[in-house]
């Protein structure tokens, strides 16, 4: 690992120095591409370097406790080895997680998909609750929400929405969702006070760009419709909701919550993009090895990932059995706690892995 450690230092300084020639310095494109790999390894090597004179300062303080015979010194010294070294492991934990491959997906923005599973009206409350959940989470983090689709059950309820979070690593936080959550709570219409256990389905998928996945559009059905949500008078007049069917797959995509049937259109074939892109992932990692895969647990969207028990005020990960309380917290985006932990155990996995 220190060998891949000094090679990566070595690159370095070679594109500094690369970036500082004339030649590089009018070439804007060559420019960019330097800066960019740089920015790839550029906090790998200060943490090295960070580590490297940690190192020395442990040889310098071994030094002095071979040479010096003043026994206060002698003690301050052995303090400082201690500390010294100490931190010295820490620096590195923290470089074996830095050499983890990283998934190229964590820049990008998500496509969320959240539909009520079992426990009829009280599983589409749910769904609400974790949508906003989810929306106020990604507030904390200046990330914008926009709604694709939705089906609407009860009076506060959804069967299944469907929204984008726009911005900066949006992905690689909330693909840590993705799974069965439960819910366990007395619902407010039941009067003998009987705690009922439903769930909602979260599906997570990163947004594909153009040149990933390629469409023809002899292999796509586009119905327009009226819509059958809000908008007021426009929905009566005007058709602007948008169906795609992508024929090879079946996979159909409905987008009906803005009033422009273009911009319905492009949310729509967006999500029919992410939806493909992922298909091909699963595809991709069924052929892999078990200990070779990166997504926390098996990944299946069947898996029962979190439980959220409003009587006892507790949230259970099941991943990692990490329990945490203060619910009402948690329900309004109060998530960073879970999924910092849950991210920390799948880097340890993948250290285990790697170390195998």
Known sequence: MLDRLAQLELRFNEIEQEMASPD????????????????????????????????????????????????????MAKQELVSLEAVLESQLAGLKTSLLPSDPNDGRDVIMEIR?????????????????????????????????????GAVGAFKEIIFEVSGRGAFSRFKYERGVHRVQRVPATEAGGRIHTSTATVAVLPEAEDVEVDINPSELRVDIFHSGGAGGQNVNKVATAVRLTHL?????????????????????????????????????????????????????????????????????????????????????????????????????????????
């Open 116 to 152: 009520a599973g079992t426990g009829g009206d009280e599983a589409g409350l749910f769904a609400a609750d974790l949508f906003r959940m989810y929306s106020r989470y990604a507030q904390t983090h200046g990330w914008t929400v926009e709604i694709i689709d939705r089906s609407e």
């Open 24 to 75: 590089v310095v009018s070439d804007i494109k060559r420019l960019q591409e330097l800066a960019q790999e740089r920015s790839g390894v550029e906090n790998v090597v200060r943490m090295y370097r960070q580590y490297r004179n940690t190192e020395k300062q442990i040889a310098d303080t071994h030094l002095i406790l071979d040479t010096e015979t003043d026994e206060e010194m002698r003690i």
């Open 248 to 356: 090879p797959t079946g996979l159909v995509v409905v987008c009906q919550d803005e009033r422009s049937q273009l911009r319905n259109r492009q949310k729509a074939m967006a999500v029919l993009k992410a939806r493909l892109l992922d298909a091909e992932r699963c595809k991709q990692e069924n052929e892999l090895a078990a200990e070779r895969r990166t997504q926390v647990g098996t990944g299946e969207r069947a898996e029962k990932i979190r439980t959220y028990n409003f009587p006892q005020d507790r949230v259970t990960d099941h991943r990692i059995g990490l329990t945490v309380h203060n619910l009402p917290k948690v329900m309004e985006g109060g998530l960073a706690e879970i999924i910092d932990a849950v991210a920390t155990s799948e880097q340890a996995r993948a250290l285990e892995a790697e170390a195998v």
